[in-house]
């Protein structure tokens, strides 16, 4: 007698989920609101994850190259004496065949050492001295070595006649030729210059 009701309330209980589903069933309209207010909370979360990542960029520890950087036109230091320069040519040297010299010491805007002309124009004008001479040939080689030509090699050397030039030139066997003379240099000061002194854009190897 005492299993009776207890199988009557359970079957009755049974019934209250299947009796509330069938009246609670969403509309159309409620299954789009439950997507727009999804979508919110997906928006605003995303919009936090975003927050947090900026945050921790400006947080981080900024990492700098150690590669120096290279000036596009480095200044001429203040010497004295100094003598004012008022027109750079490039020539190559003569051992080259012709079509090398074409190349090196031509002036058409298309050619390829064309920059380097313009590059050195930049000093038109200005007083150069000993030290100033070295800062034209390294910059002259970063800018040649920043256009790919990686193995050209800048050399300074005197010709040894009454009006010595200094000059730079790559070597004939590497990539192309590029000669950098100065016009009408005084004699007093060109006497001051070594010989022969070198500078290389070749990357030394390990």
């Known amino acids: ?32 609101a439950a997507a727009r207010a999804n979508a919110e909370q997906d928006r605003q979360a995303q919009q936090q994850r975003e927050a947090q990542q900026r945050e921790a960029a400006v947080r981080a520890p900024s990492v700098r190259s150690d590669v120096p950087r290279i000036e596009a036109y480095p200044a001429l230091p203040i010497e004295t004496p100094c003598f004012r320069i008022d027109r750079f040519t490039l020539d190559v040297p003569s051992s080259l065949p012709d079509a090398a ?33 070295d800062v ?16 050209t090699r800048v050399v300074v050397a005197g010709t040894g006649s009454v009006d010595r030039h200094p000059q ?36 030394a190897r390990p």
């Open 168 to 203: 730079v030139f790559a070597d004939p066997r590497r990539d192309s030729p590029c000669a950098l003379r100065r016009r009408k240099a005084p004699r007093h000061l060109e006497d001051r210059l070594p010989e022969r002194r070198r500078r290389t854009a070749e990357p």
């Open 1 to 32: 007698m005492r299993i009776r009701p207890s199988v009557v309330l359970l079957s009755i209980a049974s019934f209250v989920p299947m009796t509330g589903y069938t009246q609670h069933a969403p509309s159309p309209a409620d299954q789009a």
């Open 101 to 133: 010299k074409v190349q090196g010491a031509s002036a058409l805007p298309m050619d390829r050492f064309f920059f380097a002309r313009e590059w050195l124009e930049h000093y038109a004008g200005q007083c150069v001295g000993k030290q100033g001479i």
């Open 136 to 151: 034209l040939v390294k910059g002259l080689s970063q800018a040649i070595l920043a256009r790919g030509y990686v193995t």
